[in-house]
Each structure stands twice: as structure tokens, then as C-alpha cells.
């Protein structure tokens, strides 16, 4: 297995011998299965700060015009944030609903 220059190679897959029907079955899939589910749920949430921040600038730069400037970056945002996060925010379930593909709007 060869590296390339400047680049680590990491397992970023769910583990192969992880059984959902019987979890308990494997104790080391089942704790990478929730590593797994942990770090993917991170990169959701940091994404989701990275869009936040990118609407707060356009906010600041667009002044007045922030409606129609920067609708665009808030539908990613909102449509980032749902589903994701660790459910302790005692919001109804049906905000927590899977992502939608959001259509493009021109």
C-alpha cells in the first residue's frame, strides 16, 4: 500500500464485519461502527459552522441587500443542519428529518 507525498491514509468507512441485526455480536465493530457514526456526525456539524460563518460575512458585507444577496447560503445552511447534531435539543422529530436535495434556484 503505497503514500502518496504529504497525503495520510485513513479508514474512513464503516466497519466491513459490523452487524446491524445483532450489534452486539462483534464489541470492536460495534465501538468503530460508533466512532464511525461519531466522526462523521463531527465533519456534519463543522460544516455546518463553516456555512454559518460564511453567512454571517455576507451578512456584514451585503448590508440591506442581504435578502436577495445571500438567500442562497442561508438555504445550504438550514438544509446542512438538519438531521445532524445529538438530539438533545428537545426539538420535534420532524426537524430532524432527513436532508432534502435542495433544488436549484435561479
Not at 459552522?49 to 445550504?76: A, F, M, P, S
Not at 435539543?89 to 432534502?100: E, F, N
Amino acid at each position: 500500500m503505497g503514500r502518496k507525498k504529504g497525503m495520510a491514509v485513513f479508514d474512513e468507512g464503516p466497519p466491513d464485519d459490523f452487524d446491524p441485526e445483532n450489534p452486539y455480536k462483534d464489541p470492536v465493530a460495534m465501538l468503530e461502527m460508533r466512532e464511525h457514526v461519531v466522526r462523521e456526525k463531527w465533519i456534519e456539524i463543522e460544516k455546518a459552522k463553516i456555512l454559518r460563518e460564511k453567512v454571517k460575512w455576507c451578512y456584514r458585507v451585503e448590508g440591506v441587500n442581504h435578502l436577495q444577496k445571500c438567500r442562497h447560503l442561508v438555504h445550504q445552511y438550514l438544509e446542512s443542519t438538519r438531521g445532524i447534531g445529538w438530539g438533545k435539543d428537545h426539538r420535534p422529530h420532524s426537524l430532524h428529518g432527513p436532508k432534502v436535495e435542495a433544488a436549484v434556484v435561479e
